[in-house]
């Protein structure tokens, strides 16, 4: 099926200051550029249509110009009905030739509308954040899915449902799991969550960070870089988690760790990072102070039950500021819940900066390089191949002006040896 689509944006008088924001970006991101350079002599994707459900964000934008540069022919939908930067999403359509369908604040109906006109227009290679493209072209495109040779996924979230997927036979497609690479989930999930996700606390409360206490729930690539960011900002942090080993290493690392009950009492910042659905629910909310505030950094709005708080309230302050709710509860306490429970970094601020996107949508683009080249790619979830993970740090090393050793001989064949001992 290869039906025409047709943008559907917010705004299209919005671009000439999308424009301004995604050439900021681009200037942080050499990696992409040099990718992009070599796509435009090459042409590797040649009229292929890609379909991409991602942020619509200033780096995605840069993403785009760089498949586009490569030959391909593009729609881009969101992968989050709170995330899409109006601006971008208009330039990209002025400017770019990319076809947008994305609008801040989209109903879940337009939501899966524009997923779908992603997928009638026919891409031989998706690119998902979440796995919301894909799980639609299973349920929905049954016809299609040969035509689909693979499909990258960005997120954490997304690669446990595809291995959920793989696991129970579903799985009808090769997919890359682009979150593992270390390139990816070593930078992006942890430096750009961290930051990111405080930048959206300060800019949708504008609280004082020192002598806080802040509660992260999740201690994985993300959880660890908020927890750190938090402290870095003078937060007392404590950590919740369900893995002894992440628990261990959070108190390793010098944070407190307790259940969520007990953390729940004294926190006046939550933050949930788990993957995870209830992770805040009746019982919590029950034991918060006055003036809590409860926010997701979670790929879904699953993570924080607003039903449940929704029901305890009495009533519901809506906009006390932007992207905060406040729930006043029967005895009096104002819980604010932050972006409605979505994701905090791209819903009040923008995102991962552009420099940490560098190497995420780097290996995005390589990837649909790569997995256009292969030759019958097997139907599972597939790693990022070693030589991409390692040219995107060699080359992100390198524009950040840093070098580094290289072994002698006699050092390479120490490594190799292993008769030699005390
Ligand atoms: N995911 C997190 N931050 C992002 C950004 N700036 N652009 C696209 N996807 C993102």
């Known amino acids: 099926m290869t039906d025409p689509v047709l943008p559907h944006i917010a705004d299209p008088s919005l671009a000439a200051g999308g424009r301004r924001r995604a050439d900021w970006a681009s200037r942080q991101m050499p990696v992409l550029e040099k990718v ?5 002599q090459e042409k590797p994707f040649d009229g292929r249509a890609i379909s991409a459900c991602l942020h619509v964000t200033a780096e995605t934008v840069v993403l785009m110009r760089t498949l586009k540069a490569g ?9 989050n009905p709170l995330s899409t930067q109006d601006d971008v999403a208009a330039s990209m359509v002025a400017h770019d030739g990319v076809t947008v369908q994305a609008l801040r604040g989209e109903d879940t109906t337009t939501y899966y509308k524009h997923i779908r006109a992603a997928l009638d227009r026919g891409p031989v290679i998706t690119l998902d954040d979440g796995a919301d493209l894909v799980s639609t072209l299973h349920k929905e495109y049954e016809d299609s899915l040969n035509d689909v040779r693979c499909s990258m996924e960005e997120t954490t979230t997304g690669v446990i ?8 036979g579903a799985l009808k497609i090769p997919v890359v799991a682009v979150n593992d690479a270390m390139t990816k989930h070593l930078f992006d999930n942890r430096y750009g969550t961290g930051q990111s996700t405080v930048d959206g606390v300060i800019r949708a409360t504008d609280i004082l960070m020192a002598g806080s206490i802040s509660v992260v729930a999740g201690y994985g690539w993300c959880g660890r870089g908020v927890a750190n960011r938090l402290r870095g900002q003078g937060s007392r942090v404590i950590i919740t988690e369900v893995d002894h080993v992440k628990a261990l290493e959070a108190a390793m690392d ?15 910042l939550f933050v949930t990072l788990t993957g995870d659905t209830s ?17 997701n950094s979670g790929h879904f709005d699953v993570e924080v039950d607003l039903k449940i708080v929704e029901e305890m309230a009495e009533s519901v302050e809506e906009n006390v500021r932007n992207h905060v709710d406040a729930y006043i509860m029967p005895d009096g306490r104002r819980i604010n819940v932050l972006a409605k429970g979505r994701l ?9 900066p552009a420099s940490v996107m560098d190497m995420s949508f780097s290996v995005q683009a390589l990837c649909c390089e790569w997995a256009l080249k292969q030759d019958g790619l097997e139907v599972r979830v597939h790693s990022v191949p070693k030589e991409i993970d390692d040219w995107v740090a060699r080359l992100k090393l390198e524009t950040m002006n840093i070098g580094i050793d290289t072994l002698s001989e006699e050092q390479e064949n120490y490594l190799k040896s292993w008769q030699m001992g005390t």
């Open 71 to 79: 030959g391909a022919d593009l729609v881009l939908v969101a992968s």
């Open 161 to 168: 449902r595809l291995r959920a997927m793989d696991a129970d």
């Open 344 to 352: 905090i970094n791209l819903a009040a601020a923008e995102g991962h």
């Open 254 to 268: 010098g944070f407190e760790v307790m259940p969520m009950l007990d953390a729940a009492r004294a926190g006046d």
């Open 279 to 295: 992770v805040i629910r009746r019982e919590h909310f029950e034991v918060m102070k006055d003036g809590a505030l409860v926010a």
């Open 36 to 40: 992009r350079e070599r796509f435009a």
